[in-house]
C-alpha cells in the first residue's frame, strides 16, 4: 500500500472513531501511532516518543496558552464580564433588540481578554440570557445571538486558535494577533447589523428594555474601565513591541487579578474556580497537540502533504480558486469535527498547497492571511450545524430551549460571517493593511 493510500484510510479510520466517541486526542494518537509503526517500525516509533512530545510540550511558546484561559477565567470569576454587559446594556438596552446589541459588543470586550470562545458563549450565556429572556425576547434569538457572540471570543485577538496556528506553521504570534483586530471587529459590527435587520422585519423578536438614568449609565460605564484598560495594557503592548504575547499574557493575568483583589471580587474559592477551569482546558488542548503531532508525523512519513500540494498545484487552477475550495472544506469539516483538531490535522495537508501558490504577497503575509482564513472558518463551525459546538454551550445553559431554534436562528449571522470570509479572501488587505501599518 502506497504513503498516500495508507493515509487516507488512517485519516477516515480517525474520523470513525471521532464519530463513535472516542476522545479527539486519543482517536489522533492511536491512529498516529498505528500508522508511524507500520512504515518505520517499532524502534524509531519508540525514538520519537522518546524525545519529540517532550521537546513539543516544553516549547516556551506554548505557556501563552494557559495564561490566556487563566486571564479569562479570572475575568469571569470576578464578575468582569457581568460588568461589561451591564455597561452596554445602560447605554443601548432601551431600544429593539439593544439589549442583543449589547451581548454582542459585551462578548467583543470579553473577547480582548479571553481568547477562548467556548468561555465567552459560556460567561456571557449566564449574564445575558436571564436579561434577554425576562424582556420576551424570543427564547431561538437570545440563545442564537449569545452563540455567534461567543465566536468572537477567539475572532478579536488574543485567540487560542491563531496561537496554535503560529507555533504549528511557525509565525509571528503578534502579527497574527495585528491581523486578527480589523476582521474581528468587522465580525462584531456584521452581527450587530444583522440584528437591526432581524428586529425591523419582525419587532417581537427582541422588545426595547427599561431606559437607564443618566447616573445609572455613569457607574455602569465607570464599572468597565479596568477591563478597557486590560485589553489596551495588554493587545496594546503586544502590537507596540513592548513585550511579548506570553509577557502580554502575564500581564494581562497579573493585572486582572490585581483588579478583582483590589474591588473585593476575588475569594479563594473564585481562584481555586479559575485555576481548575484553567487547567483542565489547558490539559485538553495540550492532549489534542500531543496527538495531532503524532498524526502529523505519520503523514509527514506517508508524503502525503507533498502529493496533494503537487496535485492540486498541478491542475491548473487560479490560486483563489483554489482557497475558495479550501475554505468550502474547512466549513464543510468544521461542522462536523472539533475545531482545533480540524486545524491541527488539516494545516499539514493545506499549509504547503497555499504556500506554493502565487498571490503575489510575499510567503510571511501569505500564511498570516490563510491563518485569519482559517481563524473564520474556525468561528463558522463553531455555530454551523449540525455539530456547533457553542450552540451546544448555550443549549446546556438554556435547556428550555429546543436546539434547533437555536441553530435557525444562527442562520443569518452565519449569512455574514460567509460574507466576511469571502472580502477577506479577495481583499487580503483587510487583514494584512494593519499589520504593515504597525511593522
Given at each position: 500500500m502506497s504513503g498516500t493510500l495508507l493515509a487516507i484510510v488512517m485519516f477516515?479510520?480517525?474520523?470513525?472513531?471521532?464519530?463513535?466517541?472516542?476522545?479527539?486526542?486519543?482517536?489522533?494518537?492511536?491512529?498516529?501511532?498505528?500508522?508511524?509503526?507500520?512504515?518505520?517500525?517499532?524502534?524509531?516509533?519508540?525514538?520519537?516518543?522518546?524525545?519529540?512530545?517532550?521537546?513539543?510540550?516544553?516549547?516556551?511558546?506554548?505557556?501563552?496558552?494557559?495564561?490566556?484561559?487563566?486571564?479569562?477565567?479570572?475575568?469571569?470569576?470576578?464578575?468582569?464580564?457581568?460588568?461589561?454587559?451591564?455597561?452596554?446594556?445602560?447605554?443601548?438596552?432601551?431600544?429593539?433588540?439593544?439589549?442583543?446589541?449589547?451581548?454582542?459588543?459585551?462578548?467583543?470586550?470579553?473577547?480582548?481578554?479571553?481568547?477562548?470562545?467556548?468561555?465567552?458563549?459560556?460567561?456571557?450565556?449566564?449574564?445575558?440570557?436571564?436579561?434577554?429572556?425576562?424582556?420576551?425576547?424570543?427564547?431561538?434569538?437570545?440563545?442564537?445571538?449569545?452563540?455567534?457572540?461567543?465566536?468572537?471570543?477567539?475572532?478579536?485577538?488574543?485567540?487560542?486558535?491563531?496561537?496554535?496556528?503560529?507555533?504549528?506553521?511557525?509565525?509571528?504570534?503578534?502579527?497574527?494577533?495585528?491581523?486578527?483586530?480589523?476582521?474581528?471587529?468587522?465580525?462584531?459590527?456584521?452581527?450587530?447589523?444583522?440584528?437591526?435587520?432581524?428586529?425591523?422585519r419582525n419587532p417581537e423578536k427582541a422588545p426595547a428594555g427599561p431606559r437607564s438614568t443618566g447616573g445609572e449609565r455613569r457607574t455602569a460605564v465607570m464599572q468597565v474601565w479596568p477591563a478597557v484598560v486590560i485589553a489596551m495594557a495588554v493587545v496594546g503592548g503586544i502590537y507596540g513591541g513592548i513585550f511579548t504575547p506570553t509577557?502580554?499574557?502575564?500581564?494581562?493575568?497579573?493585572?486582572?487579578?490585581?483588579?478583582?483583589?483590589?474591588?473585593?471580587?476575588?475569594?479563594?474559592?473564585?481562584?481555586?474556580?479559575?485555576?481548575?477551569?484553567?487547567?483542565?482546558?489547558?490539559?485538553?488542548i495540550f492532549a489534542i497537540l500531543l496527538g495531532a503531532d503524532v498524526f502529523n508525523a505519520f503523514l509527514a512519513l506517508s508524503k502525503m502533504p507533498e502529493t496533494v500540494a503537487e496535485a492540486i498545484v498541478a491542475t491548473g487552477l487560479p490560486p483563489y480558486a483554489i482557497v475558495s475550495c479550501l475554505m468550502l472544506f474547512y466549513i464543510l469539516l468544521g461542522s462536523v469535527m472539533d475545531e482545533l483538531a480540524m486545524i491541527l490535522l488539516t494545516l499539514p495537508v493545506f499549509f504547503p498547497v497555499v504556500m506554493a501558490l502565487d498571490f503575489g504577497l510575499p510567503p510571511e503575509e501569505t500564511a498570516i492571511w490563510f491563518g485569519i482564513l482559517v481563524l473564520i472558518v474556525v468561528g463558522i463551525g463553531l455555530t454551523a450545524p449540525p455539530v456547533g459546538l457553542n450552540v451546544f454551550v448555550i443549549s446546556g445553559i438554556a435547556r428550555d430551549v429546543p436546539m434547533a431554534d437555536t441553530y435557525r436562528a444562527v442562520l443569518p449571522y452565519l449569512a455574514t460571517d460567509v460574507t466576511r470570509l469571502f472580502l477577506v479572501v479577495v481583499f487580503p488587505s483587510l487583514a494584512l493593511e494593519f499589520v504593515r501599518f504597525l511593522t
Open positions: 477516515a479510520l480517525m474520523l470513525v472513531l471521532m464519530a463513535v466517541r472516542v476522545p479527539v486526542a486519543l482517536a489522533m494518537f492511536l491512529v498516529g501511532s498505528a500508522g508511524y509503526l507500520s512504515i518505520m517500525g517499532l524502534a524509531p516509533y519508540l525514538s520519537y516518543l522518546k524525545s519529540t512530545p517532550y521537546f513539543l510540550l516544553s516549547n516556551y511558546s506554548l505557556s501563552v496558552i494557559p495564561l490566556f484561559i487563566l486571564m479569562g477565567a479570572l475575568a469571569e470569576q470576578s464578575g468582569i464580564s457581568r460588568s461589561l454587559f451591564t455597561a452596554a446594556n445602560a447605554l443601548i438596552g432601551h431600544r429593539r433588540g439593544g439589549v442583543a446589541m449589547a451581548t454582542i459588543g459585551a462578548c467583543t470586550l470579553f473577547g480582548a481578554i479571553c481568547g477562548s470562545s467556548v468561555a465567552t458563549t459560556a460567561t456571557m450565556g449566564r449574564v445575558a440570557l436571564p436579561e434577554m429572556l425576562r424582556l420576551g425576547y424570543a427564547p431561538g434569538f437570545a440563545t442564537g445571538t449569545l452563540a455567534v457572540g461567543g465566536t468572537l471570543g477567539i475572532l478579536i485577538p488574543p485567540s487560542v486558535v491563531l496561537v496554535v496556528y503560529a507555533i504549528t506553521t511557525e509565525q509571528n504570534i503578534a502579527k497574527l494577533f495585528m491581523a486578527a483586530l480589523i476582521p474581528g471587529l468587522l465580525a462584531s459590527l456584521f452581527y450587530q447589523c444583522t440584528i437591526v435587520y432581524l428586529v425591523r509577557e502580554g499574557a502575564a500581564v494581562g493575568v497579573a493585572a486582572t487579578l490585581a483588579v478583582a483583589l483590589t474591588q473585593g471580587r476575588m475569594g479563594w474559592p473564585a481562584l481555586r474556580t479559575s485555576l481548575v477551569q484553567t487547567a483542565e482546558t489547558s490539559a485538553m
